[in-house]
C-alpha cells in the first residue's frame, strides 16, 4: 500500500513564525502535492512538484513555499504565518501515468 | 475553468439504504475522476478511479458510474452501514495532461442506526 506522512496531525504557530510542514511518501512517485482544505471552499492546490528541485504554482501559493531535495520528501513553507493560513493542509502522491493521488493523514495549523 | 459541483451538500439515511452520490463537472474534456472518501479531520482515502473511457467502476459495495458527455458521475453505495458515514468528495483531471484535480466541495453522509 502507498503511504503518505505528515510530520504533525496538529500544529499551533503564532503570527509572524516561520512554519515548516513536512510530507513523506515511500513509494517513489514522482509528483507530490500540497492542498488547504477549508469549509465551504473544498480543497485548493497550493504547489506541486513534478520531481526533485521542480515546482509549480497551484491555485493560491501567494504566502507560500515549496522545496523538495528528495524524491520521497515534500516541504511546504510558510514564511512569516498569519492568521488566514489557520487551515487543514493535506500532501499527496501520485505515480507519473498512473493516475490515482493518494493522501497524507492531514496536519491542522492554527495560527494565533 | 472547470467547475465541480456535489448535491446535496448533506444526506441522511438509515441502516441498509442504498443511496446515490452525485458529482456534476462543467468542462467534459476529462482525463479520469476519481471518487474519496474523508473521515472527520483526516486526510482522503481514494475510493475509485475511473477513466475517461470508461463508463464505471466497482469495488465492493461501490459502483461508480461516469457520463462524460453530459458531464456528471454518481457514487452508488449499497446496503449502506453506520461506518459508511464520512464526506464523499469527487475529483476530476483535465486532458492534455498535468496532475492537477479539480474538487467537488463533497456530499457529507451520515448513516443511522
Known amino acids: 500500500d502507498v503511504k503518505v506522512t505528515q510530520s504533525s496531525r496538529y500544529l499551533v504557530k503564532r503570527t509572524g513564525e516561520k512554519v515548516f510542514l513536512e510530507c513523506v511518501q515511500d513509494?517513489?512517485?514522482?509528483?507530490m502535492f500540497w492542498y488547504r482544505q477549508d469549509p465551504g471552499l473544498g480543497l485548493r492546490l497550493i504547489y506541486f512538484?513534478?520531481?526533485?528541485?521542480?515546482?509549480e504554482k497551484g491555485d493560491i501559493p501567494e504566502g507560500y513555499s515549496v522545496s523538495r531535495e528528495k524524491k520521497e520528501r515534500f516541504s511546504l513553507i510558510l514564511e512569516s504565518a498569519s492568521t488566514n493560513q489557520t487551515s487543514m493542509y493535506l500532501c499527496?502522491?501520485?505515480?507519473?501515468?498512473?493516475?490515482?493521488?493518494?493522501f497524507g493523514p492531514g496536519t491542522r495549523l492554527t495560527v494565533l | 475553468k472547470q467547475e465541480v459541483t456535489q448535491i446535496p451538500a448533506a444526506l441522511s439515511v438509515p441502516e441498509g439504504e442504498n443511496l446515490v452520490l452525485n458529482c456534476s463537472f462543467t468542462?467534459?474534456?476529462?482525463?479520469?475522476l476519481q471518487w474519496f472518501r474523508q473521515d472527520p479531520g483526516k486526510g482522503l482515502t481514494s475510493l475509485l478511479l475511473?477513466?475517461?473511457?470508461?463508463r464505471e467502476q466497482t469495488s465492493g459495495r461501490l459502483n461508480a458510474s461516469l457520463d462524460k458527455s453530459s458531464g456528471r458521475s454518481t457514487l452508488y453505495i449499497a446496503a449502506s452501514q453506520p461506518g459508511d458515514s464520512a464526506t464523499y468528495l469527487c475529483?476530476?483531471?483535465?486532458?492534455?495532461?498535468?496532475?492537477?484535480?479539480?474538487f467537488g466541495t463533497g456530499t457529507q453522509l451520515k448513516v443511522e442506526l
Open positions: 475529483a476530476v483531471r483535465p486532458t492534455g495532461g498535468g496532475n492537477k484535480l479539480t
Open positions: 512538484s513534478y520531481d526533485v528541485k521542480m515546482k
Open positions: 475511473i477513466q475517461s473511457s470508461q
Open positions: 468542462d467534459s474534456a476529462i482525463y479520469n
Open positions: 513509494m517513489d512517485h514522482e509528483n
Open positions: 499527496a502522491s501520485t505515480r507519473s501515468g498512473r493516475n490515482e493521488q493518494f
